[in-house]
């Protein structure tokens, strides 16, 4: 299976707003509310921000929020800060115990 | 406090194998699923297996399947991964993760798939090369 597809890149000034996509399949993201979205810093391990497609763990902003239609899944960031510069990374379940991993976006705060 | 701490990483040639380790501490480690997932330079993460809080099911990536084994060792609170056939596209860093699941209200355990990773260990690189 192939991985979901994320935008390379994205930008927003401090302050603004960012939503970056997470495109799958009825398969994967369609199919199930399984989506995740990971924050990735240079030479650090990911940090989980969303799970179970809108539900952020404890200590995650309320800036950042999830979001998804139909094959879609969205993570949008509100208020962007400098530390918010970082490479972001959806997954969601693919059914027959598979796990998909968007090919990540790095977000620029510029 | 909560901790995943990878190691058994280095430089191996392609067609040989390596073991991981993955010490946790801070949680009860005997309770969750956890994961393996990959990176390669320069490139986005790869789920590679996940095991039951027991040990007792175990699925893995394509990529992966017939190669790698996954295992834990609840005495010791630590998971492992044997990593048999090495080929060159096995070069990567290796993060041990915590499933983020929990127990409902008939005790039985959710999670796996839905509700993400939640603590990560530092990773440990993995380099297959002749």
């Known amino acids: 299976q192939s991985a979901l597809t994320q935008p390379p890149s994205a930008s927003g000034s401090p302050g603004q707003s960012v939503t970056i996509s997470c495109t799958g399949t009825s398969s994967d993201v369609g199919g199930y509310n399984s989506v995740s979205w990971y924050q990735q810093h240079p030479g650090k391990a990911p940090k989980l921000m969303i799970y179970d497609v809108n539900k952020r763990p404890s200590g995650v902003p309320d800036r950042f929020s999830g979001s998804k239609s139909g094959n879609t899944a969205s993570l949008t960031v509100s208020g962007l800060q400098a530390e918010d510069e970082a490479d972001y990374y959806c997954?969601?379940?693919?059914?027959?115990?598979?796990?998909?991993f968007g090919g990540g976006t790095k977000l620029t705060v510029l | 406090q909560v901790q995943l701490v990878e190691s058994g990483g280095g430089v191996v040639q392609p067609g040989r194998s390596l073991r991981l380790s993955c010490a946790a501490s801070g949680f009860t480690f005997s309770s969750y699923g956890m994961h393996w997932v990959r990176q390669a330079p320069g490139k986005g993460l790869e789920w590679v297996a996940v095991?039951?809080?027991?040990?007792?099911?175990?699925y893995y990536g394509d990529s992966v399947t017939g190669r790698f084994t996954i295992s834990r060792d609840n005495s010791k609170n630590t998971l492992y991964v044997q990593m048999n056939s090495l080929r060159v596209e096995d070069t990567a860093v290796y993060y041990c993760?915590?499933?983020?699941?929990?127990?409902?209200?008939?005790?039985?355990?959710?999670?796996?798939?839905?509700?993400?990773?939640?603590?990560w260990g530092q990773g440990t690189t993995v380099t297959v090369s002749s």
């Open positions: 997954s969601s379940y693919a059914g027959s115990n598979n796990l998909l």
């Open positions: 993760a915590k499933d983020n699941g929990y127990y409902d209200s008939s005790g039985h355990y959710r999670g796996y798939y839905y509700y993400g990773m939640d603590v």
């Open positions: 095991i039951s809080y027991d040990g007792s099911n175990k």
